[in-house]
């Protein structure tokens, strides 16, 4: 059994910085792959950014540039650094791990932007 528990979601001003975090408990294997998704209000749930357990990142083209995701694999840990946010980041993001040919969700942090 795996948790992910997001932290770190806030109101923000249009061009500040905001860091989300995830923290994984339960059985973690060293192989994974972590990720951030996002979703807006009335859209679909959208990859942010992934990174695999070797650090090798993906990013989506409209975050390119101002997100950073990093890991600490001796905490299980996941992180997003956002920066130069705009209100088109406005949405709830969840941490996602996938191992073992399974997947697994946190809950959500709520990450509000105004213009």
């Known amino acids: 059994q795996v948790q992910l528990r997001e932290s770190g979601g806030a109101l923000v001003q249009a061009g500040g910085s905001l860091r989300v975090s995830c923290a994984a408990s339960?059985?973690?294997?060293?192989?994974?792959?972590m990720a951030w998704y996002r979703q807006a209000p009335g859209k679909q749930r959208e990859l942010v950014a992934r990174?695999?357990?070797?650090?090798?990142?993906n990013y989506v083209d409209s975050v390119k540039g101002r997100f950073v995701i990093s890991r600490d694999n001796a905490k299980n840990a996941l992180y997003l650094q956002m920066n130069s946010l705009q209100p088109e980041d406005t949405g709830v993001y969840y941490c996602?791990?996938?191992?073992?040919?399974?997947?697994?969700w946190g809950q959500g942090t709520q990450v509000t932007v105004s213009s």
């Open positions: 996602y791990l996938q191992q073992v040919g399974r997947d697994y």
């Open positions: 339960g059985s973690i294997f060293s192989f994974n792959t």
């Open positions: 990174i695999i357990y070797g650090g090798t990142t």
